[in-house]
C-alpha cells in the first residue's frame, strides 16, 4: 500500500479541501502515515500572508533537501502553488508535482502518476474550480462544508481573487447531500465555507437561491429529518467568512429566526478610518459598519462577533489608527486577528506610495492587540455565573480528566468531564476564568 503525508497551510478553506484530497487518496489506497515513512509528501499552500507563504517555502527547502536522503514524490498544491507555478520548480527543483487551485481534476492523475514512478513537473490546468464530493475527516463530529469558492471584490491589499479566481456557488443540492452524509456519520456542528459566503448566488430554472434562502434550505431540511430524540443529529451550523457590506437583513433575520444558528459571526473591518477603507476598496465605510452592528445586535442581543484588524496599510495615519481603536471600543469584539501590512505582490497596494514605517506598525498592532486583551477579559468577566450549552470537543492538554468544549458564542470552555462526552452537547455554568478560556461545570 502507498503512503502519503499532507500538511496543510493557512485558511479553514484549505483545511477543507486538505480533507477532499485525503478522501480522494483514501479511494485511491493510499494509507496516511508520517512525513519520514510517506511515499507522498503533499503540501497544501497559502498565499494571503506573508508568513503562512513563508512558512511554505521553508519547508518545501527541507523537504527538497531530504530527498538526498530517501526516495519520495513532493507535491505542491493550493494558492502558492496556483501563484508561483514556474518560481517553485526553479528555486527547489526537489519539487515533482505543482498542483494550483483550479487543478483539482488532476489530483487523481497526479497519485496515478506517483504509483507508477512518472513526473510531470505541471500538470494542465482544469478550466473551473471542481468542488470535491466530501471534506469531512474520519471520526470528527465537526465538519467544514465549501459551498462557494472565490472572490469578486478585489481588495486592493488582497491576493484572493488572482489565486482563487471568481465567484462560483456550489450546487444546493450537492451541500444538502454533502449534510445528509455527514449527519450519518454523527457530525454534531458544521460550518459552511466560503471566501464571502454573503455572495452565495445558485440559478436555475429561473430561480435564485441565495445566502439567507440557502440557509434557510439547510435548516429546513436539518429540522425535517430529525426526531425528537436529536442523538446524534447536527446541532448548530456556523458560516466563514461574511463581508459586511453583503450581509443583509434577512440574512441578520434568518440567523436570528432559528437557534440552529450559532451566535457568533466573523465580520472583518480591517479598519475603522473611512479614509483607510477607501484605499483598501472595501466597498463600505465605518458608519455602515457601526450600525450594521447594531442591527445585528438589536436582532440577537447575545451574538458575539470577531473580526480581522489590518493595520499600517500605506498612507495609514495616526489618526486613521486611533478611529480603528475607537471602532473597537464601540464594537466590542469577542477576539480579533490582527496583523499589520505586509504588501502580497500582484496587488494594487503592493504599489501604493506613503508606506508606513516597520517601527510605527509594530507600535500600531501593539495598541491594537493590548486594547482587544481589555476587552476581550471585560466581556469574559461579564459572563461569568452565566449557563450555556457547550459541544465537548476533545480532552483538555492540562488533565485528561477535564474535556474543552465551546459555546455557539465561540467561547472556549474547559470542564471536569470523562472523554467518552467528546462530541455531546451539555449545558455548563461559567465559574472562573483562565487566559482566554472559562472554566466550567455541567449544571
Known sequence: MKQYHIETYGCEMNKAESAAMEATLREHGWKRVSEQDADLVILNTCTVRTTAENRAWNRISQLSARKKERAFALAVV?????????????????????????????????????????????????????????????????????????CNNFCSYCIVPYVRGREISRNPS??????DQLEDLGVREITLLGQNVNSYRWEEQG?????????????????????????????????????????SDSLIDTIAEDPIFCRHIHLPVQSGSNSVLARMNRKYTREYYLSLVDRLKAAM??????????????????????????????VRFAYSFMYHFNARGGTPAA???????????????AHVIALQKEITSALMKERLGQIDEVLIEGVSRRSKKEVLARTARDEMVVLPAAQSRIGQFARVKLV????????????
Open 432 to 443: 472562573s476564568i483562565s487566559g482566554n478560556t472559562f472554566r466550567g461545570e455541567e449544571v
Open 351 to 365: 504599489s501604493m506610495p506613503d508606506k508606513v514605517p516597520d517601527k510605527a506598525k509594530k507600535k500600531r498592532l
Open 301 to 330: 442581543p447575545d451574538l458575539t462577533l470577531s473580526t480581522d484588524i489590518l493595520v499600517g496599510f500605506p498612507g495609514e495615519t495616526d489618526d486613521d489608527a486611533e478611529q480603528t481603536l475607537d471602532l473597537m471600543r464601540q
Open 207 to 247: 430561480h435564485v437561491l441565495d445566502f439567507p434562502g440557502l440557509l434557510k434550505l439547510i435548516a429546513r431540511h436539518l429540522h425535517d429529518r430529525q426526531s425528537s430524540d436529536a442523538h446524534g443529529r447536527i446541532g448548530w451550523i456556523r458560516f466563514l467568512t461574511s463581508h459586511p457590506k453583503d450581509l
Open 78 to 150: 493550493g494558492c502558492m502553488a496556483e501563484q508561483h507555478k514556474g518560481a517553485i520548480q526553479k528555486k527547489a527543483p526537489g519539487v515533482d508535482y505543482v498542483l494550483g487551485t483550479f487543478q483539482k481534476q488532476s489530483f487523481g492523475l497526479m497519485l496515478d502518476l506517483v504509483a507508477k514512478g512518472e513526473k510531470i513537473d505541471v500538470l494542465e490546468e482544469t478550466p473551473t474550480y471542481v468542488f470535491g464530493a466530501s471534506y469531512h475527516e474520519p471520526g470528527a463530529f465537526r465538519s467544514f462544508v465549501p459551498i462557494m469558492h472565490g
Open 174 to 179: 450537492d451541500i444538502l447531500k454533502e449534510i
